[in-house]
């Protein structure tokens, strides 16, 4: 009567199951320590980019896949390295060193400078195969 539940413990028990990763913790925010809601984590060895929580900015892991399928599970000591974007911000590189406890990363995301120039209220004069516009009569339009 007890072996099920007592076989049903001992399999979920991380020491059958196999060796769990160490947890690791990323946080993205902006210069002002607001949460980026918009942030991706990518690991430098993945294909897949993991979106952060809206809210937090937080995301959380103790492995990754990588591209070839093989599995990276977060162990004391490993290096890590990954990259994190948002749109509107400059791409941060991260290289972090696992510890025993206490992997917590926060990230700091600096804007990206405006491309375009608040001053010019003027639209972009754009030419097509012309080199002078068409002038035109005051009479009327041109034949």
């Known amino acids: 009567?007890?072996?099920?539940?007592?076989?049903?413990?001992?399999?979920?028990?991380?020491?059958?199951?196999?060796?769990?990763?160490?947890?690791?913790?990323?946080?993205?925010?902006?210069?002002?320590?607001?949460?980026?809601?918009?942030?991706?984590?990518?690991?430098?060895?993945?294909?897949d980019r993991h979106a952060v929580n809206r809210r937090t900015g937080g995301w959380m892991a103790d492995r990754l896949y990588l591209a070839e399928g093989q599995e990276l599970v977060f162990e004391r000591g490993s290096m890590l390295e990954f990259e994190i974007s948002a749109p509107g911000y400059e791409t941060a590189h991260v290289i972090y060193s696992m510890r025993k406890r206490k992997n917590r990363l926060t990230v700091t995301l600096a804007q990206m400078e405006e491309l375009v120039n608040?001053?010019?209220?003027?639209?972009?004069?754009?030419?097509?195969?012309?080199?002078?516009?068409?002038?035109?009569?005051?009479?009327?339009?041109?034949?």
């Open 1 to 47: 009567m007890w072996y099920p539940l007592i076989l049903s413990l001992a399999l979920s028990s991380p020491a059958v199951a196999g060796s769990d990763g160490l947890k690791l913790a990323i946080y993205v925010a902006d210069g002002a320590g607001v949460p980026i809601p918009t942030a991706v984590i990518r690991h430098v060895e993945e294909g």
């Open 118 to 143: 608040d001053s010019e209220d003027v639209d972009p004069v754009i030419q097509f195969f012309r080199d002078k516009p068409i002038e035109h009569d005051a009479s009327g339009p041109a034949h």
